[in-house]
């Protein structure tokens, strides 16, 4: 398992990258519907990494109890 | 780059009605997380929310306001992969654009003076949503550094991209045309205002953790309850003003509604805020036996936050739908910070600001019907393109805002510590950094079960 910063830091690049992804999507593809699957890649994407930064702060919170 | 939205002398005198109106919103928001908070903590909250309106206001004004920029004005903006991306207002600093005198022949200053106006009124409010996520240990030194930071990078931000003729309200004309995506749609600020301020109290909460108290050795969750409900009850009828006058200054600003819709906004938002608060009154009546009067108010704001983002753009059922959601997510969501996630945010801000204000921009994107662009023109594209034009702001605000808005946080904490020291967070926010608390002639109880 990783320690509660890289997992922060994880957490902050699946954002990102996420975000990149839906901008890609709008600049690359030309159709609603590709545009789309790929707008709804990008946010699941950015849930993850919304994940993985709440769980750093969760298990950091567990580990001080 | 659109010309602002011309107002007639009834809008204008509507406008400037609307906006004296606004800081209504402010104070019912201040009465609120106060009453949310502890007693010995509650002359703080209240001093930290005027420093942050006043902190807020000079801030923006002469620093946030070049960023943010006006429509028709000047902007900065780069060609790259076939798409013009306007990112950031270019205007004069300290408020040199701004010429008073002028006000009255030259309508373009004025627009832009009654755009500062709102502006100036809605970085406060926003700057206001992390205070009730860091009620009774957030020092007010780094509330106040935390303030100017926002109001002078992270919301002008935003702000030029939804409502000054940014990358985000060009969606159509930079990818395809309205067929293929519409541009991001937010009328009242739900986005820049709620969702911001919300994503904001979530890395303020992150960073302070836990008041004292609140969770046992095994990470349960203990109840330490407001101290005043009926300021926070009536704080939400208070907000309701505000948040009228707010959504209908930026509506008509912005997107161009007429005077004459206005009342549109009216019913709209007090229909979305009744069935906030009725959702969150059943959901707990569900689920505890008994409706929670702090969950219900929650509900409340959360039907305001999530109406502001159409405002008279949907049907009044569409609304009255919008804010039954917010309220019933806002009540779960609540729960699951605190008891799962070990999120402690007193005033519920972060499920009431970012949680609803997110599924507020989504439902425009359902129920939008006759959406206007930011030039006042309408937008003549189908349901799936709103919904993705929705989705790309929201994929931006929680991808590209949370982290930028984290590692802002994180980097101040670092010079600056947020948290107030042990002793501080045992005697109050009050005594520890006033000196004197906000009721001296009530008993105030301690915390007799806490180890010091």
């Not at chain 2, 749609?185 to 739900?190: C, E, K, L, T, V």
């Not at chain 2, 806002?330 to 605190?338: G, I, L, Q, R, S």
Request: aromatic share 10%; glycine share 10%.
């Amino acid at each position: 398992m990783p320690s509660g910063d890289s997992l922060k830091f994880i957490g902050c690049m699946l954002l990102l990258s996420g975000w990149i992804i839906v901008l890609a999507s709008l600049v690359m593809l030309s159709t609603l519907s590709q545009r789309a699957a790929f707008v709804a890649a990008g946010i699941a994407l950015e849930v993850l990494g919304l994940v993985f930064l709440t769980r750093s702060y969760t298990a950091a919170e567990r580990g001080t109890k | 780059m659109n010309p602002p939205n011309t107002l007639s002398p009834t809008d204008l005198v509507l406008c400037i009605l609307c906006l004296l109106l606004s800081p209504f919103a402010a104070a019912g928001l201040a009465l609120i997380q106060q009453g949310l908070g502890r007693s010995r903590s509650a002359a703080h909250t209240m001093l930290a929310t005027l420093c942050v309106l006043g902190i807020s206001a000079i801030v923006f004004v002469l620093v946030g306001s070049a960023w943010t920029g006006f429509q028709g004005g000047d902007s900065q903006s780069f060609h790259a992969l076939g798409a013009q991306w306007d990112w950031l207002g270019r205007e004069a600093l300290f408020a040199q654009s701004l010429h008073f005198e002028s006000l009255g022949t030259n309508p373009a200053q004025l627009h832009a003076a009654l755009e500062t106006c709102l502006h100036m009124f809605a970085v406060g409010l926003a700057a206001m949503i992390p205070l009730s996520a860091g009620t009774d240990r957030w020092r007010l030194a780094p509330i106040c550094m935390a303030t100017a930071l926002y109001s002078a990078f992270t919301y002008p931000f935003f702000a030029h991209w939804v409502w000054a003729g940014g990358w985000l309200s060009r969606l159509d004309a930079n990818f395809g045309g309205a067929a293929q995506i519409a541009p991001f749609f937010d009328a009242g600020g739900a986005s820049l205002i709620h969702v911001v301020g919300g994503l904001m109290a979530l890395s303020v909460a992150w960073i302070l953790r836990p008041r004292r108290g609140k969770y046992t050795e095994d990470a349960m969750a203990t109840a330490i309850p407001g101290h005043n409900i009926v300021l926070v009850l009536f704080g939400c009828i208070v907000a309701l003003v505000g948040w009228i006058a707010l959504d209908s200054a930026a509506s008509m600003l912005f997107y161009g509604v007429p005077a004459a819709q206005i009342v549109g906004v009216i019913i709209n938002a007090a229909l979305s805020a009744g069935a906030g608060c009725l959702a969150a009154f059943l959901t707990t009546q569900i689920r505890y036996r008994k409706p929670d009067a702090s969950l219900s108010a929650n509900g409340w704001i959360a039907g305001l936050v999530a109406g502001s983002a159409a405002c008279a753009f949907v049907s009044p059922l569409a609304a009255i739908f919008t804010g039954a959601v917010a309220g019933v997510l806002t009540a779960y969501m609540v729960e699951m910070f605190e008891l799962h996630l070990l999120v402690d945010d007193p005033g519920g801000a972060i499920s009431v600001h970012a949680g609803a204000g997110l599924w507020g921009l989504f439902a425009v994107g359902i129920f939008g019907r006759h959406l206007a662009s930011t030039a006042g023109t309408p937008v003549n594209a189908g349901i799936g393109a709103h919904l993705l034009a929705q989705c790309v702001g929201i994929a931006t605000l929680l991808g590209l805002m949370l982290p930028f808005i984290h590692i802002c946080n994180l980097f101040l904490d670092h010079f600056l510590p947020y948290r107030v020291d042990r002793d501080g967070d045992w005697q109050g926010m009050d005594i520890r950094e006033l000196g004197a608390g906000a009721y001296p002639e009530f008993v105030i109880h301690a915390d007799e079960f806490i180890p010091r």
